[in-house]
C-alpha cells in the first residue's frame, strides 16, 4: 500500500519519525543504526524538524544518510516564527547545510503562527522555483486554517491514532477530497498505549505486537502516512514489517468499539 501525494511521489505508508532524536549523545549511534536499518527494511519517508533538539535531530538525521540521500524522501519543518518569507529562506538553508543535502523533498509550515499564511506559501513556491524544495505543505492546521491555502499544499501532518481520532470527523474529508494524503504524527501516542492489556490480546491475536497493531490501524484506509519513531534497529524493522498489513475487519471493528471517533468536530489536538 503506497501514499500518493498530490505533486506525484509514491512512499510507503510507514515513514520514521525523529521528535526527540539526537537529544541523548549516548544514544546517538543506536539512533543512526535505527534510521538506516528502517531505510534497509523499506521505508522511505524521515521526518524532521529545526525544532527538534534545535537542529541536533537534522544533524543525526544527515548523518545517518549519508552516501544514501537519493533513497530518502525527506521531510523538515520550518517554526512559525521563521515563517516570513526572508526568514523562509534562511531556515531551509540552515536545515539543508544540517542534513547535508541540496534540497527537501517536502518542507512543512509547523504550526500556524503570526506571519500571513500567503507570505509562507509564497516564500515556499520562491523555494521551489530556486531547487531547495520539491514540495511544500502544512503541520497543525485545522480545516479553517486550510481553507485559506491556495492550491500546491502536499499533506497536513496532525496527531492522529486510536485515542486522537477527531481529524477522522472533519479535517480527512477535507483532505480527501483535495486527494491530499495526512502524515500521522505520534501514532503510537509516544508509546503510551502499549501498554494497554486489551490491544496486547488482540494484537496477538492476529501474530502482530501491539505497535504494529496500532500502525496497522492508522495506516488502514491508504491515505495516511505514519511517522513512528524508531530508538533501535530492532524497533525500526518491527514498524517496517508493518508494511503492506491488512487488518481484518474484525479485528478493525473491536478497534472502533475500544477506541470510538468523536461524533461532532473537536479542535485540533497537538503534543
Known sequence: MSIRFPHGPTVPEIGIGTWFVGDEPSRRGDEIAAIRAGLDAGLRVIDTAEMYGDGRSEDLVGE???????????????????????????AVHASLGRLGTDRLDLYLLHWRGAVPLEETVTAFERLIDDG???????????????????????????????????????????????????????PLEQARMLDDPRLAELAASVGLSPAQLVLAWVVRDGDVLA????????????????????????VRAEIDRLFPAPQHPVPLEML
Open 132 to 186: 531547495d524544495i520539491v514540495a511544500w505543505g502544512v503541520s497543525n492546521l485545522d480545516p479553517d486554517d486550510l481553507s485559506e491555502l491556495p492550491p500546491g499544499c502536499a499533506t497536513d501532518q496532525v496527531l492522529y491514532n486510536p485515542l486522537r481520532r477527531g481529524p477522522e470527523v472533519d479535517l480527512f474529508p477535507l483532505l480527501r477530497a483535495q486527494s491530499m494524503p495526512v502524515m500521522a504524527y505520534s
Open 64 to 90: 545517518a544518510i549519508r552516501g544514501r540521500r537519493d533513497d530518502v524522501f525527506l521531510v523538515s519543518k520550518v517554526l512559525p516564527y521563521n515563517a516570513s518569507a526572508d526568514g523562509v529562506r534562511r
Open 227 to 250: 511517522i513512528p519513531k524508531a530508538g533501535s534497529a530492532a524497533h525500526a524493522r518491527e514498524n517496517a514489517a508493518v508494511l503492506g498489513v491488512t487488518l481484518p475487519a474484525d
